[in-house]
């Protein structure tokens, strides 16, 4: 018989993702284990097959802290959701709580050789974003060149990293 899946959505707030052990600062509905992201999270090695982060990482201060306690808690083969506002986007800049911005070149610095030695390997799988109207029916070649170089083109991204272990 194989065992169900672990599924952990930190920072999961009232809005936790269906069938995924919850976790955040807060004690709310639908938290399951209240905890501190920012620091080593309660979930034993390799024990987590899906770690969801939406809307988590842009209020994140050490980033490079957390990614290496979701590499360490990730299984070989395990994949992390994560769901952010667009560096360029209106809902990057309002929110006081956000400490970063995000682009697609953040996740990179977590691929393998690591650079200024962090305990990571993931390997962007894929990466979509929310585009607004009008700019969505574009050819994705302008998709592209809009969302890099005007305000407000995209709303969230959402990126799907694989973990790499041994």
């Known amino acids: 018989m194989l065992a169900k899946p672990l599924v952990v959505d930190l920072g999961c707030g009232p809005n936790k993702v269906s069938g995924a052990l919850g976790m955040d600062v807060r004690a709310i ?24 982060l939406r809307h988590v990482i842009e209020h994140i201060h050490n980033l490079i802290g957390l990614m290496e306690e979701v590499y360490r808690v990730s299984r070989p083969g395990g994949t992390v959701e994560v769901v952010v506002p667009y560096y360029t986007s209106r ?55 809009c969302r890099r170089y005007l305000w407000n083109v995209v ?4 990126v ?7």
């Open 155 to 158: 709303d969230n991204m959402y």
């Open 160 to 166: 799907t990293l694989r973990v790499v272990k041994g």
């Open 29 to 52: 509905v639908g938290v399951n284990v209240v905890c501190d992201v920012e620091k080593p999270l309660p979930l034993r090695n390799n024990s987590v097959d899906v770690v969801w």
């Open 91 to 145: 809902g990057a800049f309002r929110d006081p709580t956000h400490v970063r911005y995000i682009t697609e070149d953040t996740f990179q610095y977590f691929e393998f050789p690591a650079d200024y030695g962090m305990r990571t390997n993931f390997k962007i799988e894929k990466i979509t974003y929310d585009v607004r109207k009008p700019f969505r029916w574009l050819p994705a070649y302008f998709q592209k060149r």
